[in-house]
C-alpha cells in the first residue's frame, strides 16, 4: 500500500495507494468544510494539483448533509474524483471538550461515504493533561483502533498516536498501534503545541512516536498545516499533513509563507508571485478573503514540493537547517536534534552529495556523527610516535598539505590529522563523505570550534600516539622532527585503502580485503586509485564521487569469508535466491534477516538461510524497513553469483 521510492534521512518520497488513486507523498491535504466551501474541491485539483483531500467526518455526521454523504458517496457529495481523507471528530473534543458520537458510529459511519482513509475516534490528550489522563488516552485509543479494524471493511484506517509530552507513552502507544492492521498512522495532540510555537515539544513527540511506529506505514502529523514545519516533519518521518490554516488563517486576515506567518494589514509590498498574488497588491489580498486564502494554499503546496525537491536533491537537511532559523522556537527545535542524533544516524545515507556548512548545528548532522565514531572505533593508525594536527582547510587536504606531509614524513615519525570542525580526520580519510564533500566557511562559530577541539581531545584519549602537536607554521616541523626524529614510511595508497576499508565496512576489513597481492588501478587523467585488485581479482572501486568503496563480487567473498554472520548480510527467503544470484534485485518482502549495522546506501553481502553468498550490492533500506516493508527493493544487486 506504501512505497518509499527516494529518501532523505527519515524523510522519504512515497507512493500511497488508495481506493481513488495514488498520492505522492510527502502530501498536503487541504481540509474542506463540505458546508463552508473556501476554495471547491475541483479547483483545488485543477487549479493547485491537490491530490488528497480530507474533511470532518463528525461534522458532517452532525450536520444537515449527512444524509446526502450517505447516499451520494463523500467524494460526489464533495466533487472530487481523488482519495478522501476522513477525521473521527477527536479534534473537536479538544475545541469542545467532549464529542456526542460513539467510536462505532463515527467508524460505519466513514465506511458508509466511502472514505478511502477513515479514523478511529482516539482520545485527545492536552500538552498540560497528567500522566494518567495520558494513559488512559492511550488506552482507550488502542482499544477503539482495534474495534475499528473490524468495521472497517475496504476502507483504510488511520490510528492515532497519543500520549500528551510522554515520550514514553507516545513510544508505547505507537507500539501498539503497529501490532495492529491499520494503514496510516497519524501523531495527534499535536496542534496546541504548533499555535504555541512549541516546536521542541513537537520535535519530542514526533520522535519518540516514530521510535515505536513500524517504518512501513505512512505517518500523518495531524493537524500540521503551517509551511514552517513541513521540512523538520519530513525530515523527522511525516509524510503526510492537513491544512485547515489556509483558510482559517485568511478569515483573519493573515498570510502564511514558509517563513510564518503576517497580517495583510500590515503589508506594504506583497513579495508572492504565486497565481493568487499575481498582479495583485497588499489591499487586493486584504479586501477578498478568498484570494488570501488562495495565497495562502499556494504558499503551503510550494513549500511540500521545495522539500520533494529537497529530498531528491539530497539536501533536506540543508534545507531544513535554513527554515529553522526563520523563529528562535524552530531553531531551539533544530538544536534538540543532536538529542536523538543515535536514533536519526540509523535512516541516513551512508553517502550524500555534499555537506553544507550553515552554522553550528550542521556538525551534529547524523552523517559527521557517524564519521566521528567510525574514526574513534574504527580506525587504525600507521605505526608512528606522533601526531601532527593540522587546522581546517581547502578539501582535499592532502592536496592542501601535500608539502607539509612530504616533508613531515620524510624526517618524523610522525602521522597527521587534520582538526576538521566535523571531528578529527585522519589524512588518509580525507576524501570520505561526509568529510571530503563538506564545505565550511572561513570563519566558523565559537561552539563549532570549541566542539572541535572536544572531538579532538576523545581521539587522542585513545593513545594511538606518544603525543600531538598543533600545527603553528614551518616551525612546528622542526619541532616534530626533534621530538621524533626518523621517517613513517607511509605507502599513501595502501594506507588510504585500508583506512577506508575499515571505516566502511567495519574493524579488520581491511585485513580480509587487502591480504595478498594487492594492485592499484589509477586514472590516467587524475592519478587517483580507481580500482583495487586483490590477488588478481577486481575487489573493490573506489568512487570518485563519495571517496566511498563500490564493493565487487571478489571483495564480497572476502569479507563473507572473513565476517561471522550477521555482519553485512541481508538474508533472503529461498524462492528469492536464484533470482538474486543471477543479478536481480532483493525485494523487501522476500528479506528475512539482516545486520542491524546496515544503512541505507551500505555495500551488503546477500546470502541464503544456510549463509550462502548470493550477490553483492547496495542496500537501500536499514535492516528494520527491510523487515517491515511489503513493497520495494531491499538491495540494488550489483553482481550475483550466477552471473560471473
Ligand atoms: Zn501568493
Known amino acids: 500500500?506504501?512505497?518509499?521510492?527516494?529518501?532523505?534521512?527519515?524523510?522519504?518520497?512515497?507512493?500511497?495507494?488508495?481506493?481513488?488513486?495514488?498520492?505522492?507523498?510527502?502530501?498536503?491535504?487541504?481540509?474542506?468544510?463540505?458546508?463552508?466551501?473556501?476554495?471547491?474541491?475541483?479547483?483545488?485539483?485543477?487549479?493547485?494539483?491537490?491530490?488528497?483531500?480530507?474533511?470532518?467526518?463528525?461534522?458532517?455526521?452532525?450536520?444537515?448533509?449527512?444524509?446526502?454523504?450517505?447516499?451520494?458517496?463523500?467524494?460526489?457529495?464533495?466533487?472530487?474524483?481523488?482519495?478522501?481523507?476522513?477525521?473521527?471528530?477527536?479534534?473537536?473534543?479538544?475545541?469542545?471538550?467532549?464529542?456526542?458520537?460513539?467510536?462505532?458510529?463515527?467508524?460505519?459511519?466513514?465506511?458508509?461515504?466511502?472514505?478511502?482513509?477513515?479514523?478511529?475516534?482516539?482520545?485527545?490528550?492536552?500538552?498540560?493533561?497528567?500522566?494518567?489522563?495520558?494513559?488512559?488516552?492511550?488506552?482507550?485509543?488502542?482499544?477503539?483502533?482495534?474495534?475499528?479494524?473490524?468495521?472497517?471493511?475496504?476502507?483504510?484506517?488511520?490510528?492515532?498516536?497519543?500520549?500528551?509530552?510522554?515520550?514514553?507513552?507516545?513510544?508505547?502507544?505507537?507500539?501498539?498501534?503497529?501490532?495492529?492492521?491499520?494503514?496510516?498512522?497519524?501523531?495527534?495532540?499535536?496542534?496546541?503545541?504548533?499555535?504555541?510555537?512549541?516546536?521542541?515539544?513537537?520535535?519530542?513527540v514526533i520522535v519518540a512516536s516514530r521510535k515505536g511506529l513500524r517504518p512501513d506505514r505512512p505517518v500523518h502529523l495531524f493537524g500540521g498545516g503551517h509551511p514552517l514545519v513541513f521540512g523538520l516533519a519530513v525530515l523527522l518521518g511525516c509524510d503526510l499533513f492537513d491544512s485547515a490554516s489556509y483558510a482559517k488563517y485568511a478569515q483573519d486576515g493573515r498570510m502564511i509563507t514558509a517563513r510564518g506567518t503576517t497580517h495583510v494589514a500590515d503589508l506594504r509590498y506583497l513579495a508572492c508571485d504565486c497565481p493568487a498574488c499575481h498582479g495583485a497588491t497588499p489591499r487586493d489580498l486584504r479586501e477578498d478573503q478568498q484570494r488570501l486564502a488562495e495565497h495562502n494554499l499556494h504558499a503551503s503546496l510550494r513549500e511540500l514540493r521545495e522539500v520533494r525537491e529537497a529530498i531528491h536533491e539530497d539536501r533536506l537537511w540543508e534545507h531544513v537547517e535554513g527554515r529553522c532559523r526563520a523563529h528562535p522556537s524552530l531553531l531551539d527545535a533544530l538544536k534538540t536534534l543532536r538529542g536523538h542524533v543515535e536514533f536519526l544516524e540509523r535512516f541516513e545515507k551512508a553517502t550524500g552529495r555534499h555537506v553544507f556548512y550553515t552554522g553550528p548545528e550542521t556538525i551534529w548532522r547524523p552523517v559527521a556523527w557517524r564519521f566521528r565514531r567510525r574514526v574513534l572505533e574504527r580506525y587504525r593508525p600507521p605505526k608512528a610516535e606522533g601526531i601532527l594536527i593540522l587546522p581546517e582547510a581547502a578539501r582535499p587536504y592532502s592536496r592542501t598539505y601535500a608539502p607539509v606531509l612530504r616533508r613531515l614524513f620524510r624526517r618524523a615519525s610522525a602521522h597527521a590529522l587534520v582538526k576538521s570542525v566535523f571531528g578529527p580526520v585522519p589524512v588518509e580519510l580525507d576524501g570520505v563523505f561526509p568529510v571530503g564533500q563538506s564545505v565550511v566557511p572561513r570563519e566558523l562559530d565559537v561552539e563549532a570550534l570549541e566542539a572541535s577541539?572536544?572531538?579532538?581531545?576523545?581521539?587522542?584519549?585513545?593513545?594511538?600516539?606518544?603525543?600531538?602537536?598543533?600545527?603553528?607554521?614551518?616551525?612546528?616541523?622542526?619541532?616534530?622532527?626533534a621530538k621524533a626524529p626518523g621517517e613513517a614510511p607511509v605507502d599513501m595508497d595502501l594506507a588510504r585503502a585500508r583506512a577506508l576499508a575499515d571505516h566502511q565496512f567495519g574493524p579488520r576489513a581491511a585485513d580480509a580485503l587487502l591480504a595478498g597481492e594487492v594492485t592499484f588501478v589509477k586514472s590516467k587523467r587524475t592519478a587517483k586509485v580507481r580500482n583495487i585488485l586483490a590477488d588478481g581479482k577486481h575487489a573493490l572501486s573506489l568512487r570518485a564521487r563519495d571517496g566511498l568503496y563500490t564493493l565487487k563480487l571478489a571483495g564480497g567473498r572476502r569479507l563473507h569469508g572473513a565476517f561471522q554472520a550477521p555482519r553485512l548480510r541481508v538474508v533472503v527467503v529461498e524462492e528469492s535466491a536464484p533470482f538474486n544470484r543471477e543479478g536481480k534485485n532483493v525485494f523487501a518482502k522476500f528479506v528475512v534477516s539482516a545486520d542491524e549495522a546496515i544503512r541505507p546506501w551500505d555495500e551488503v553481502l546477500v546470502v541464503d538461510q544456510e549463509d550462502a553468498l548470493l550477490a553483492v550490492g547496495r542496500a537501500l533500506m536499514n535492516r528494520d524497513e527491510m523487515l517491515a516493508f511489503g513493497q520495494g527493493v531491499a538491495v540494488k544487486v550489483r553482481e550475483g553469483l550466477a552471473a560471473v
Open 1 to 204: 500500500m506504501f512505497e518509499m521510492r527516494e529518501r532523505a534521512g527519515l524523510g522519504r518520497i512515497g507512493r500511497l495507494e488508495t481506493p481513488h488513486g495514488v498520492v505522492e507523498t510527502p502530501a498536503l491535504m487541504p481540509v474542506v468544510n463540505p458546508s463552508r466551501l473556501t476554495i471547491p474541491p475541483r479547483r483545488l485539483r485543477e487549479a493547485f494539483g491537490v491530490e488528497v483531500l480530507m474533511t470532518n467526518a463528525y461534522i458532517l455526521h452532525r450536520g444537515d448533509l449527512r444524509e446526502r454523504a450517505v447516499e451520494e458517496g463523500i467524494h460526489k457529495l464533495l466533487d472530487f474524483p481523488g482519495p478522501v481523507v476522513t477525521d473521527s471528530g477527536a479534534f473537536q473534543q479538544h475545541v469542545y471538550g467532549r464529542v456526542d458520537v460513539s467510536n462505532e458510529e463515527i467508524v460505519r459511519f466513514q465506511v458508509e461515504i466511502g472514505s478511502d482513509l477513515g479514523t478511529a475516534l482516539d482520545v485527545f490528550s492536552e500538552p498540560e493533561d497528567p500522566r494518567e489522563a495520558c494513559e488512559e488516552a492511550v488506552q482507550t485509543t488502542l482499544v477503539r483502533c482495534r474495534e475499528a479494524a473490524g468495521w472497517r471493511g475496504e476502507m483504510g484506517l488511520v490510528g492515532t498516536v497519543q500520549g500528551g509530552l510522554f515520550p514514553d507513552l507516545r513510544q508505547e502507544s505507537a507500539q501498539g498501534l503497529s501490532e495492529l492492521p491499520v494503514q496510516v498512522h497519524a501523531i495527534g495532540g499535536v496542534v496546541p503545541l504548533m499555535e504555541a510555537y512549541r516546536f521542541r515539544d513537537l520535535v519530542e
Open 453 to 481: 577541539e572536544a572531538f579532538l581531545q576523545a581521539f587522542l584519549r585513545k593513545g594511538h600516539f606518544a603525543f600531538g602537536l598543533l600545527w603553528e607554521g614551518k616551525e612546528s616541523l622542526e619541532e616534530i622532527a
